[in-house]
């Protein structure tokens, strides 16, 4: 009789990037910083915006703080990101367990609301390579974004995945409520953006709290290769 599939052992992994394999959020505050200084002669942030400013994208931070500039402001963004990308930090046993993940013989693939470009940047700096990954979804690819299971639903369909053969790992509320809209199990990690006691509350399939715990969770060993 074949065995039913768990989420530790499901084939396709498909993981959020900002605060699950890595975290730019130094990094992003850099540009901000330097963007509002150099270009609207202000500090970052400035009074009045929301208190999840890390969690929106930047052309919508400009379109609230100068709507008549956000297109410039937003290239000048883009343009500047990469000298901020060494605030970039890596979440230890990020890629060896990407690698780890494709040694076994299973399919990693990205879901992220960030854009392609610096999702690119993000990768390098983290040593992971786009190629490791069956599928990336990034903003560009849908109107909407998570928590709408629009990013993760198409990421599946790119990895020529089906629900009940993957499961999403996310550090946010967000990637708890589009996973189970998309039909996935979700395996939420408290070592991103978000606490513990917050993420149980959505109540994710599993919490874990270390990239090793998760990669115990996903029944693969850290310094597996593909050498």
Known sequence: MKQPVTPGS??????DLDGTLVDTRAAVEACYTRVFAEHLTT??????????????????????????EA?????????????CASFVKVFSGAAELIAALRAAGRVPSLVTNKG?????IDLAVAGIDPADFAAIVTAEDTTERKPHPAPILLGLSRACAE??????????????EAARAAGLACFAVTYGFYSRELLAAHKPSLLVDTIPALSEALSVTLGQSTA
């Open 71 to 83: 297109d410039h402001l937003y290239e000048a963004y883009q343009l500047g990101y990469p000298d």
């Open 10 to 15: 499901a084939r396709h992994v498909l993981f």
């Open 116 to 120: 392609k470009e610096r999702t690119i």
């Open 43 to 68: 500090p970052f942030p400035p009074p009045g915006l929301p208190a999840d400013v890390f969690a929106m994208r930047p052309r919508e931070v400009f379109g609230l703080v100068a709507p008549g």
């Open 163 to 176: 629900p009940e053969e993957a499961v999403y790992v996310g550090d946010g509320p967000q990637d708890i």
